[in-house]
Each structure stands twice: as structure tokens, then as C-alpha cells.
């Protein structure tokens, strides 16, 4: 697990919230995008040192519709950027954590990602991220 990549904001309303945090960093987000086998939109702010990914669900029986219902908007996971995702998901496990998928599967922003299930990381949602090529 290399570097924190970027850090994800579970918010309801995503336009409301670009302008929200465009005015907080004094930048606009520079993308959005959509994945929909999550059922999720997603935008992308650069702070330099590290990215903010706002995302909002856009069916209810999406992750983060369920997420919001149950804890609010906020905080929703860390992204660590991962040469090897495949392997060190092999590894994690090996180490006892929890991981939500089998395999790695495609997130946004061109990355592969898989998540630990936060029942072993203290409650804390981490993705795994490792560019596509
Ligand atoms: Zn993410």
C-alpha cells in the first residue's frame, strides 16, 4: 500500500456539493464521472498532494444510498494507490482483513479498486486503487 490517493465524500445531492467544495478550494472539480455497475457518480477534485472524489448514489439500491440512509453524508472511505492490487489483496488476506470482493473491478477516475470490509480496519472504509492501462 503505497501513498493516500484521494479521499471519498458520500454526499446526496453532487452538483450541490461541486459548487460547495469548489468554493472551500478555491478550484473547481475537474471531472465527473459515472460508473454504473456501482450505481454511482462520482466528481474529482486535485488538491495537488492528494484528490477529493464526492460521491453520490444514483439508484437506492447503490452502497452509498444505503450509506447515507444509515450514516449521513460524510467521510465515506481512503484510497491508497497499489502497484500490485491483486497481490496484495492476497496478502491482506493473508493478514486476516476482510476484503469486499474477490477481485479487483473497475472504479472511477481509469482505477481498478477493491475495498476492505471496515469490520476489520476500525470502521474504516479503505480502497485499494491501482491505475488501468
Ligand atoms: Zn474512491
Redesign the pocket.
Known sequence: MKKLE?I?IAVKDLDAANVLFAKLFGRPHYKIEEVEKEGVR?SFFDLGNVKI?L?AATRPDSAIAKFIEKRGEGLH?L?FESEAIETEMQELKAKEFTLLSEKPFA???N?N?AFIHPKTTNHVLV?L?QERN
Open positions: 484521494h471519498g462520482t472524489e460521491v472511505h484510497a472504479g472511477a477516475d482505477k479498486v480502497e486503487c
